[in-house]
T-cell receptor, first 114, second 112 residues
Framework: EAQVTQNPRYLITVTGKKLTVTCSQNMNHEYMSWYRQDPGLGLRQIYY???????DKGDVPEGYKVSRKEKRNFPLILESPSPNQTSLYFCASSTVHGGDNEQFFGPGTRLTVL | RKEVEQDPGPFNVPEGATVAFNCTYS??????FFWYRQDCRKEPKLLMSVYSSGNEDGRFTAQLNRASQYISLLIRDSKLSDSATYLCVVNVGGAGSYQLTFGKGTKLSVIP
């Protein structure tokens, strides 16, 4: 089954404790992206990647890091989480030219930073 | 001016009603337009792309008006299962851009 998976689905952590949210897709998509969704603010792009070893900042990259060492994986790293990073996070993937094609989303990761 | 704007609603309509949503975008160079559907606490899923000539998929019709820089979604004969948030999505950077901008969504509740 074609899908985007994220882990963990739910995470409660404390300020400053480094964490990684994994994202994996099995559709051989070149383009992958991370979004956060907050009430009243909608979906905002954090980082995106057009292919292996190619990443770029989205609209709200501060406090996040990403890497793209393999085509299927695109982990999101929070080196020192803060309460303002409490949010619902979505990973998405698409064929190349991600702005023109359908993006497939993972099920989301609900993160709470205390 | 915000890049992509939608009426947040909520739109509360009875079953069988016709409902229309509009979405405006600020960059006239925008090339690609979509409507996504998001159920409560779930991931967004593509409902339909929006083409220049307009397109229809069953009870759903999407239109693009480049002159006025807006897209629309029309839902006919609303079903209870249509209750969701509808997201307007635009590639505001134009052709070759790799960033989509999402509207904040319009919430629809279809009432029995």
């Amino acid at each position: 089954e074609a899908q985007v998976t994220q882990n963990p689905r739910y995470l409660i952590t404390v300020t400053g404790k480094k964490l990684t949210v994994t994202c994996s897709q099995n559709m051989n998509h070149e383009y992958m992206s991370w979004y956060r969704q907050d009430p009243g603010l909608g979906l905002r792009q954090i980082y995106y990647s057009m292919n292996v070893e190619v990443t770029d900042k989205g609209d709200v990259p501060e406090g996040y890091k990403v890497s793209r060492k393999e085509k299927r994986n695109f982990p999101l790293i929070l080196e020192s989480p803060s309460p303002n990073q409490t949010s619902l996070y979505f990973c998405a993937s698409s064929t190349v030219h991600g702005g023109d094609n359908e993006q497939f989303f993972g099920p989301g990761t609900r993160l709470t930073v205390l | 001016r915000k890049e992509v704007e939608q009426d947040p609603g909520p739109f509360n309509v009875p079953e069988g009603a016709t409902v229309a949503f509009n979405c405006t975008y600020s960059n006239s160079a925008s090339q690609s337009f979509f409507w996504y559907r998001q159920d409560c606490r779930k991931e967004p899923k593509l409902l339909m792309s929006v083409y220049s000539s307009g397109n229809e998929d069953g009870r759903f019709t999407a239109q693009l008006n480049r002159a006025s820089q807006y897209i629309s979604l029309l839902i006919r004969d609303s079903k209870l299962s249509d209750s969701a948030t509808y997201l307007c999505v635009v590639n505001v950077g134009g052709a070759g851009s790799y960033q989509l901008t999402f509207g904040k969504g319009t919430k629809l509740s279809v009432i029995p």
